[in-house]
T-cell receptor
């Protein structure tokens, strides 16, 4: 079963706007990662946030993590057409459950 | 350096046949993980190999198997194919492997299998 659930399942915004995606998970984690996938190709790693971190930035990406609520959000600022893709959160558990488990994904469409 | 290479990229098989997919990891990476991606189930973990040993296995039937060679290249095999095995099969490599606490995966482009 999926560890993470993304919300919303699909999101369409105008180019230049900000996009926010949320991820909820069920069990304790070591770290949480976000990946992007373009049109059924391989996934590309975007950012990793550890369980003892609350916020992390990378370029136009901002990730927050709230372990008390078992949730994370990914914010993409000043969106571009090239950001059109599916975005997945993935969680690495603890102590024997470390394999990365992926969420259901958010399909983001940027309208030029 | 070269990325993760998966072959073949596309293949069509019929029910009952078997298939072998190949994955060449990034040079120096010792861990190879396999995932199955379908519209209905999303990304499901199949197994991970590290230094030729299966280190972790997902909840798939025994028809799904894999192996890793001494050069870290990996293959996965699906026997007695079923219609539900149609999927994108993704291979990912990492240096320290899953369970290291810094398990960022580098994915290949995938092998799209269609079972008729």
């Amino acid at each position: 079963s999926q560890q993470g659930e993304e919300d919303p399942q699909a999101l369409s915004i105008q180019e230049g706007e900000n996009a926010t995606m949320n991820c909820s998970y069920k069990t304790s984690i070591n770290n949480l990662q976000w990946y992007r996938q373009n049109s059924g190709r391989g996934l590309v790693h975007l950012i990793l946030i550890r369980s003892n971190e609350r916020e992390k930035h990378s370029g136009r990406l901002r990730v927050t993590l709230d372990t008390s609520k078992k949730s994370s959000s990914l914010l993409i600022t000043a969106s571009r057409a090239a950001d059109t893709a599916s975005y997945f959160c993935a969680t690495a558990g603890t102590f024997g459950n470390e394999k990365l488990t992926f969420g259901t994904g958010t399909r983001l469409t940027i309208i030029p | 350096k070269a990325g993760v290479t998966q072959t073949p990229r596309y293949l069509i098989k019929t029910r009952g046949q078997q298939v072998t997919l190949s994955c060449s990891p990034i040079s120096g990476h010792r861990s190879v993980s396999w995932y199955q991606q379908t519209p209905g189930q999303g990304l499901q973990f199949l197994f991970e190999y590290f230094s030729e040993t299966q280190r972790n296995k997902g909840n798939f039937p025994g028809r799904f198997s894999g192996r890793q060679f001494s050069n870290s290249r990996s293959e996965m095999n699906v026997s007695t194919l079923e219609l539900g095995d149609s999927a994108l099969y993704l291979c990912a490599s990492s240096f320290l492997g899953q369970g290291s606490g810094a398990n960022v995966l580098t994915f290949g482009a995938g092998s799209r299998l269609t079972v008729l």
